[in-house]
């Protein structure tokens, strides 16, 4: 039995990064304290690995009209930086690499814009972490500021959601409505089943949130949510299950 901890995660990576061939690049994403820590013991060891922090990379994104590229929010405006410092290395111009990113329409169960339901908007999201949930929250209100955010949340793994319960209720809390249907059991991957859903709604509540719990199956979900939603409200499905059925059950009666 051994216990896992942020030293030997931030251990792990620095190992890993140090196998790099010789003269490798490495492109850091907005270096928090914890990354920095990692790209310190890599430059200790492999001084030859040269370390670029992507947003410091020559690229003036305050010039970029992002109405032109499909994905949004900081998280993934940050990926493009990185993926840009990268092909840069590779002989590709970032006037050129930004010009091709205006046709990436993001990658599947990310902010995934699965379509409408009567005039409110539905995006899905495989997100199940607390940092996932509040980068999403947040990405929606800067693109939907006057909308009223409703997240659909299943919670994933029992151990996990008593693990991360009060970063859970924080995360969630950016949203006007919350809906926590069933936490997804892994077959014997679990504990004692002493936190549920029902506990998470009521801290949420206590939080002065307006939040309420939804059993399965998912059309089950769907119909409920087609009952409490209104025309200027923006819909985020949320978790690492099928939970996206609950998107796609919304949607479906527009088409």
Known sequence: YFTVGLEEI???????LTLARPGAWVIALEPDSSTKRVLAKVARERPDIKIVKSADDEQNIESI?????????????????????????????????WASLRSFKG????????????????????????TEIAADISALR?????????VVFQPHQVSRTKLLFDDFVTALSGADNIVITDIYKVAGREEKEDVSSEMLVSALKKKDKNAGYVGLPYDNVSR???????????????GATEINEVAKGLTSADK
């Open 142 to 150: 800067e693109k939907y500021p006057k909308r009223k955010l409703m």
């Open 107 to 130: 990658a599947r169960r990310r902010l995934e814009y699965m379509g409408t339901f009567k005039e409110a908007v539905v995006y899905d999201d495989y997100g199940h972490h607390p």
């Open 65 to 97: 009209d992002w109405k032109e590229y499909q994905f949004f929010g900081r998280h993934n405006i940050g990926n493009a930086q990185a993926a840009v410092a990268a092909v840069r290395r590779l002989g590709i111009t970032p006037k050129e690499a």
């Open 224 to 238: 409920y949510i087609k009952e409490k939603v209104g025309a200027n409200d923006l819909v985020l499905t949320l």
């Open 10 to 16: 931030e251990q792990t990576f620095a190992e890993f």
